[in-house]
C-alpha cells in the first residue's frame, strides 16, 4: 500500500473534523499559521498565553456572578476515589474529597493535605490531621476515617482500580483472607494519629497515601466487610472535607457544587460550580458563546489559533502527563500471539496520523510513560515504523495466510477484529479510517461499534471489547503502571500477563537508588514494547482554555485545575 493513499484519507478525515471543531459561537477562526514550532512535550513548563481583549467576553458568562462553569466530557457516576474508573470522575473527587498527602506542580510530595507525616526506619509512617479539619456536614475528621478510607481497599471484594497489596502493609493479606479483625500494620493511636508499617521499605508508598478520605459514619453505617454494596449505593452521593460539596447530579448531564462552609483552608472564593457535560462537537461554540468558563480543548493550529483570536481567553497549554493507546484483549487467540500485534503496530501509520490530528502538538510515543516523567526511556526501543511489508511477514509467521477473498485465514477462521469506539471522536474520526483501509489491506476486515463513554468502559473492564482506543492519565511515580500491566492488574483492560514484568515492577518499588531504579522501568519499558500488550500512539499537550474572567486557574501536567479552583475569583 502506497504512503499516498494513506495521507489522502487522513487530509479527508482532518478536513471532516475541522469543520466540526471550527464552529464557535459566531467567531471566525483567525488563519492557521503557515508552519508552527513543535511543541516540547520533554517540559513540565506550562505555556500560558493571556486574553488580548477581554471586553470582548460574552454577556452570557459576564452575567454569572458567583458561579463557574467547566465543560466536560462525560462522567461515569463513580464519585468516590476508592471506586473512580475515569479521569472526569476524578475531577469531580478532587472538588470534594481531602487526602492525607498532596503533591506540589513538580509531582512530588508535599505536606499541603490534611495531615503531616514522619517516617521511621524506612517503613512506618505516622500521620498526625492537623486542626480544623472537618467534613462538609461539619463532624471532625478522624484518624478512624482514615482507616476506614483504607480497609475498603482491602476488602476481600473489592474490585475497584487500586491495588493496596502491592505496597507490603503487615497484615493486609490476614486481614483480607478472614483470618484478622484488622489490618496489623494500620493501627489509630488516637483521633489524630495514624500508624501505617510495611514489611520493608517502598519507594511508591508515599502516593498511595494522596488517595481521598471518607468519613466512615456515613459509608461505613450500613457496611459489612465483604459486602461494599451500601458504600456503593452512595457513589453518587459522596461527602468528604473538600472545599465544595456536592448539591445535585444529573446522570449524563451535570455535577453542581456548592462551597463547603467547614472547608479547613478557608471559604471557596466563588460559591458555586458547575460541571456540564458538552460534547467534544460543540466544545468549541459553547464556551466561545459564553455557556461555559473552562473547557479542556483539542489542540491544534486551528483551535489555537481560534481561542487566541477570540481575545477573552486564557490557553493553558502543556505536555500531558499521559498516552493514548489501542487497546487489545490479549486472550482472544486472534492476539494471543506478539508477532499479531507487532503487525498491527507496524501497518499503523502513527507518525502520518499523529500530525495529522495534533500537527506540532503531539508526537509518537513507544513506551508507557510520557516524556515528562523522570523514568522515561527509550533505549532499545523498537519504534515500529510505518512498514507493510514487515507487517505481512509476521502475519504470515503466525500462521495468518492470505485467502483468494482478500481477508486472513487461519485454522479456517477469517481474521476479522471487532473495534469499540466513540462516535464524533476528534481521534477516531482520523485514525479509524486509516486503520481500516491499511488493515484491509494487510488481509485484515476491521468492523466498528460506536458506543458512548460509560459502554466502552463497561466493555474494557468485563473483558468484552477486542479492540478499542482510549487513553491513560499517569501519576508521580511509574510505579502506578503496575496496575495496568502486571498480571491480574485491577486496570489490566488487556488480559496481558508477563512473569519477568511482574517480577521487574516488584523490584521497582523496593528499589530505593534513583539511579537503580530508572534502570528497572526501562527495562521494563522494553520489554513491553517487545511484547506489545497495547499499541501506545502518542502524547500530546494538553489545553485548557479559561474564560479571563476567571482570576487564579492554575494547572500543570501533575496538578489537575481543579486542586486550586477554589482560590479562582471571579473578575468584576
Not at 456572578?65 to 463513580?78: A, N, Q
Not at 507487517?391 to 503466525?398: F, I, K
Not at 494547572?555 to 485545575?561: A, D, I, L, R, W
Amino acid at each position: 500500500m502506497k504512503s499516498f493513499k494513506i495521507k489522502s484519507l487522513m487530509a479527508l478525515a482532518l478536513a471532516g473534523m475541522l469543520v466540526l471543531s471550527g464552529c464557535g459561537g459566531g467567531q471566525e477562526a483567525a488563519a492557521p499559521e503557515q508552519a508552527a514550532e513543535k511543541a516540547d512535550l520533554t517540559t513540565q513548563t506550562v505555556d500560558i498565553h493571556k486574553a488580548e481583549d477581554p471586553s470582548k467576553n460574552p454577556q452570557q458568562a459576564l452575567d454569572r456572578k458567583d458561579t463557574i462553569v467547566v465543560g466536560m466530557t462525560e462522567f461515569s457516576g463513580k464519585f468516590m476515589e476508592q471506586f473512580r474508573q475515569s479521569s472526569y470522575d476524578m475531577y469531580v473527587n478532587q472538588m470534594i474529597f481531602e487526602q492525607l498527602v498532596e503533591v506540589d506542580d513538580e509531582g512530588k510530595p508535599v505536606d499541603e493535605g490534611i495531615a503531616t507525616w514522619t517516617v521511621e526506619n524506612d517503613n512506618k509512617y505516622i500521620f498526625k490531621l492537623k486542626d480544623g479539619i472537618k467534613f462538609s456536614d461539619g463532624t471532625d475528621v478522624k484518624a478512624e476515617d482514615v482507616e476506614f478510607s483504607y480497609l475498603l481497599l482491602a476488602d476481600p471484594n473489592y474490585d475497584g482500580d487500586s491495588d493496596m497489596s502491592k505496597y507490603g502493609f503487615v497484615g493486609f493479606d490476614d486481614y483480607k483472607n478472614g483470618s484478622a479483625t484488622s489490618i496489623e500494620g494500620i493501627k489509630v493511636i488516637d483521633d489524630k494519629t495514624i500508624e501505617f508499617t510495611l514489611e520493608e521499605p517502598n519507594a511508591e508508598v508515599i502516593y498511595f497515601f494522596t488517595g481521598g478520605i471518607v468519613p466512615k459514619a456515613y459509608y461505613g453505617e450500613n457496611y459489612t466487610k465483604g459486602d461494599l454494596s451500601s458504600v456503593k449505593a452512595l457513589l453518587t452521593k459522596p461527602m468528604g472535607s473538600g472545599p465544595y460539596k456536592m448539591v445535585e447530579y444529573k446522570e449524563g448531564q451535570s455535577v453542581t457544587f456548592a462551597a463547603n462552609e467547614h472547608y479547613w483552608k478557608g471559604q471557596p472564593a466563588v460559591k458555586n460550580v458547575i460541571f456540564t457535560v458538552t460534547a467534544k462537537s460543540t466544545a468549541m461554540q459553547s464556551f466561545l458563546g459564553g455557556q461555559t468558563d473552562v473547557e479542556m480543548m483539542d489542540v491544534s493550529i486551528e483551535n489555537v489559533e481560534q481561542l487566541k483570536g477570540a481575545g477573552f481567553v486564557d490557553l493553558h497549554r502543556f505536555p500531558t502527563n499521559g498516552y493514548g493507546y489501542l487497546g487489545m484483549n490479549n486472550a482472544l487467540p486472534k492476539f494471543s500471539d506478539k508477532r499479531v500485534r507487532q503487525a498491527l503496530a507496524y501497518a499503523l501509520n502513527r507518525k502520518d496520523v499523529v500530525e495529522a490530528i495534533y500537527g506540532p502538538f503531539g508526537n509518537v510515543l513507544n513506551v508507557p510513560q510520557s516524556r515528562v516523567a523522570w523514568s522515561y526511556s527509550e533505549e532499545g526501543i523498537n519504534e515500529y515504523g510505518y512498514d507493510m511489508e514487515k507487517a505481512a511477514a509476521l502475519l504470515d509467521e503466525a500462521g495468518w495466510t492470505m485467502g483468494d477473498d482478500g481477508f486472513r485465514y487461519k485454522d479456517g477462521e477469517k481474521f476479522e477484529i471487532f473495534f469499540t469506539g466513540m462516535a464524533d471522536h476528534p481521534v477516531l474520526d482520523i485514525m479509524l479510517p486509516v486503520m481500516i483501509e491499511s488493515y484491509k489491506q494487510l488481509g485484515i476486515d476491521l468492523k466498528v461499534e460506536y458506543v458512548d463513554f460509560p459502554t466502552l468502559t463497561e466493555k474494557t473492564n468485563n473483558f468484552s471489547a477486542e479492540m478499542w482506543f482510549m487513553a491513560w492519565g499517569l501519576t508521580p511515580d511509574p510505579g502506578d503502571s503496575s496496575n495496568v500491566y502486571k498480571t491480574g492488574g485491577p486496570q489490566n483492560k488487556y488480559n496481558y500477563g508477563s512473569t519477568k514484568v511482574d517480577e521487574l515492577f516488584v523490584q521497582g518499588s523496593k528499589e530505593t537508588d534513583f539511579e537503580k531504579r530508572k534502570a528497572i522501568y526501562a527495562e521494563i519499558y522494553k520489554v513491553l514494547n517487545d511484547e506489545l500488550p497495547c499499541i501506545i500512539v502518542y502524547q500530546r499537550s494538553d489545553m485548557w482554555a479559561a474564560n479571563s474572567r476567571l482570576e487564579g486557574f492554575h494547572v500543570t501536567p501533575y496538578k489537575e485545575f481543579t486542586k486550586d479552583l477554589w482560590k479562582v475569583t471571579i473578575k468584576e
